[in-house]
């Protein structure tokens, strides 16, 4: 990662810090407190998340066909799809088989994330969401490992069972060496890094907006 870029990153993380409010379905789930319903929830909602966002990178490969860019927004379409196949097995363990997925009926903000990301998909920079990528990857893979974890310890999941989770708390420091030649070239060739920044920074608050939407109503004592 070139010196810009990396500034690039630390600059958008900065400004996710500055709006970080914890994750309290997260911490409701360590404790063993969200009920089987809300569980069959986190399945829908991931059920139309990832598929959405599997179109949105397909979208942007097709925008911006050439390398690198090309590459990394299909190899990431490639990358929702296996997550959507390994979602299937959570949502098996919770109650949910596809027709009940494909029946549930999604949470309005919960989708908000996703919603962005198809606006960004169609609208916005080959940087942007590759900026978006670099600078939450942390945040957001610590945040499905310790989901896993928990569905583990407090649910009784199997590995098979949160291999969804597993997947996305992990990523190839070569697809986040790819992400970052994608977002140098995007601003060399005269994307705005302040866009980049202000994607990379409502990309965090609205996956902060998907696990408040999952939590709302909870109490500790589930």
């Given amino acids: 990662m070139n010196d810009d870029i990396a500034g690039l990153v630390a600059r958008a993380q900065r400004e996710i810090a500055k709006q970080a409010t914890g994750n309290r379905f997260l911490d409701l789930l360590e404790a063993g407190a969200v009920p089987a319903e809300r569980l069959g929830w986190l399945a829908g909602e991931l059920y139309r998340l990832v598929g959405s966002d599997q179109r949105s990178q397909a979208l942007l490969a097709s925008r911006f066909p050439a390398p ?5 927004f299909l190899a990431l379409a490639q990358g929702e799809a296996e997550a959507l196949r390994l979602l ?5 363990a919770v109650g949910m088989g596809e027709a ?5 009926e999604p949470l309005p903000l919960a989708q908000a994330y996703p919603a962005y990301l198809t606006q960004v998909a169609v609208f916005g920079s080959s940087s942007s969401m590759a900026l978006a990528l670099l600078a939450n990857v942390d945040e957001s893979g610590g945040t499905y490992a310790r989901v896993a974890a928990a569905l583990r310890s407090r649910y009784g999941l199997t590995e098979e069972a949160v291999g969804h989770f597993l997947f996305f708390a992990e990523t190839p420091p070569e697809l986040l060496d790819h992400a970052a030649a994608v977002a140098a070239a ?3 060739g005269g994307e705005s890094p302040d866009e980049a920044v202000r994607t990379a920074r409502i990309v965090s608050a609205l996956e902060t907006a998907f696990w408040d939407t999952l939590a709302e109503g909870l109490t500790s004592a589930g």
């Fill in 186 to 188: 995007g601003i060399a």
């Fill in 68 to 72: 690198p860019a090309g590459e990394l």
């Fill in 100 to 104: 009940e997925l494909e029946a549930y």
């Fill in 88 to 92: 299937l097995d959570f949502a098996t």
